[in-house]
């Protein structure tokens, strides 16, 4: 009986959303592809296994996805395990990297363009500048366990939540825990790079409302900042009078 040849596992990031932010080479990647969790381009001919997950919704669990991962490479297969945005960052990489290591499975990490910056890059909000904010810190919205108790935060100039729209009133009650200015500006951007993308803004201590009110939807980033006043303050500059007012409401503003 013939032996099979061990395949290829690749963790590759896709970016925030938009198609066209995935990289050459993680385009190249999955050109190539036997077997890709998710159809993203047209014109593949892989093999697609759909394992996404909504919150509380997985369609496998985090143990099935690494034991397909090494049935496909052991049965020969090269395999794309297609992450949003970077597949190292709050993307279970590490998990899956253990997994395929223990299982003696060949791999390859292909970056991808994190939520946590490219989403505020892609609408010119700036999260370093020189007079407002010289550190960032990513931080993930969700948390292992539901009822875990209030965390404590980095004390950067910045900080960037990724997933943080269900849980946008615990952020904004631990940011007040610590001692953050509730007078300071909070963003929240929903469907970030995509074309039904939503931005919306407010002091701290009013941002929940705001947010609830635009009926915004997930996925969403939370930027809290100086830097969010900065920008704000450009945007009303380059606004028409009528959208100047929805700012002055504070309005959901499409993009």
């Known amino acids: 009986m013939k032996e099979v040849k061990q395949g290829k596992v690749y963790l590759v990031g896709a970016g925030p959303g938009d198609v066209e932010l995935i990289t050459v080479k993680g385009y190249n990647v999955l050109r190539k592809a036997d077997v890709i969790n998710i159809d993203l381009l047209k014109g593949l001919t892989a093999e697609t296994i759909f394992v996404g997950k909504k919150k509380k919704i997985h369609y496998y669990t985090q143990e099935e996805i690494n034991d397909l991962l ?15 945005g970077d597949p190292l960052i709050f993307g279970r990489g590490a998990e899956e990297i253990t997994a395929l290591v223990k299982n003696g499975i060949d791999f390859e990490i292909v970056p991808g363009l994190t939520s946590g910056t490219s989403v505020a890059s892609g609408i010119g909000l700036p999260l370093t500048h020189r007079d407002l904010s010289s550190s960032i810190a990513i931080i993930t919205g969700h948390r292992k366990n539901d009822g875990e108790d209030s965390r404590s935060l980095p004390k950067a100039d910045t900080l960037v939540f990724l997933m943080g729209l269900s849980a946008l009133d615990k952020i904004v009650e631990d940011l007040l825990v610590e001692g953050f200015d509730k007078d300071s500006k909070v963003a929240v951007i929903s469907k970030g790079s995509l074309k039904d993308e939503r931005y919306v803004s407010g002091r701290l201590d009013e941002i929940v409302n705001l947010v609830e ?22 945007l009303k500059s380059r606004c028409s009078e009528k959208e100047k007012a929805l700012l002055n409401n504070f309005a959901s503003n499409l993009f």
């Open 70 to 84: 090494v049935k496909f490479a052991k049965s020969g297969k090269t395999v794309v395990r297609l992450k949003g």
């Open 213 to 234: 009110k635009s009926k915004m939807a997930s996925p969403a980033i939370v930027i809290y900042g100086k830097v969010v006043n900065w920008y704000d303050d450009m």
